[in-house]
């Protein structure tokens, strides 16, 4: 079993930046990819940004040049470092971990871009 625990979410103005953390424990298959979705309220969940355990990434359209994912593999750390928000960025986001033919997530943190 996984465990993914976030931190980094809060209440920022437009233009603003804000830091997203999530460390994994457990089991974690070597090869694996970790990232971030994002769930607004009365939408779907949509993948944000996801980086493999080998370094690529990818990004969705409206982050691109904005937000930038990293990982800490002997961490286990994955991070989203988002710049510019948009009150369109407001969502519950959350932290992704795919290895070993499984799913997991974290429990979720909510960011919020507002003046």
């Known amino acids: 079993q996984v465990q993914l625990v976030e931190s980094g979410g809060g209440l920022v103005q437009p233009g603003g930046s804000l830091r997203l953390s999530c460390a994994a424990s457990?089991?974690?298959?070597?090869?694996?990819?970790m990232g971030w979705f994002r769930q607004a309220p009365g939408k779907q969940r949509e993948r944000v940004a996801v980086?493999?355990?080998?370094?690529?990434?990818n990004y969705v359209d409206s982050v691109k040049g904005r937000f930038t994912i990293s990982r800490d593999n002997a961490k286990n750390t994955v991070y989203l470092q988002m710049n510019k928000l948009k009150p369109e960025d407001t969502a519950v986001y959350y932290c992704?971990?795919?290895?070993?033919?499984?799913?997991?997530w974290g429990q979720g943190t909510q960011v919020t871009v507002s003046s």
């Open positions: 992704n971990l795919w290895g070993g033919g499984s799913s997991f």
């Open positions: 457990g089991s974690i298959f070597s090869i694996n990819t």
């Open positions: 980086m493999t355990s080998g370094g690529n990434t």
